[in-house]
């Protein structure tokens, strides 16, 4: 959780970004990793961990998911629930200028994730290309 901390500071000091939020999204239980927790377990633990957190939420749609959702499926899922919480919440329009600002979502994640881009086979070259040009990643050494 400290890593979302670290990383909101870090954008913040750029003065190019607004982090407004930032979210936690545990893999299903298919994805089978050995010794990977049930999903109702890392759930509750990253819940109990951010009760205290006012812009970092646990969202469940991952971890309920029948099979494992590749990345990028993910990050559409969240990107589009993004954009229409946006529109519902957009009750003003400015008549001079239909501009707002560009919500954007980044995939925050550590090294060893960046890391495994290089690996054959595990990833499609689309899947990177979207991850990392149309989205962005916030990555920790």
Not at 3 to 16: I, K
Not at 22 to 43: C, M
Request: hydrophobic residues 35%; charged residues 20%; negative net charge.
């Amino acid at each position: 959780m400290r890593l979302f901390e670290l990383a909101r500071d870090h954008m913040h000091s750029t003065g190019q970004y607004n982090v407004l939020g930032g979210i936690v999204s545990p893999v299903s239980d298919a994805y089978r990793k050995q010794g990977l927790v049930p999903a109702r377990h890392r759930i509750a633990m990253a819940k109990l961990a951010l009760k205290t957190s006012d812009w970092i939420t646990v969202d469940e749609w991952e971890s309920q998911q029948p099979d494992w959702m590749e990345t990028v499926v993910t990050m559409r899922y969240h990107y589009n629930r993004i954009l229409q919480e946006q529109q519902k919440s957009s009750t003003f329009t400015n008549p001079i200028s239909n501009s707002s600002p560009t919500v954007q979502l980044k995939l925050l994640c550590g090294a060893d994730f960046l890391d495994s881009f290089k690996t054959p086979g595990l990833w499609l070259d689309e899947h990177i290309e979207e991850v990392s040009g149309r989205y962005g990643l916030v990555c920790s050494g």
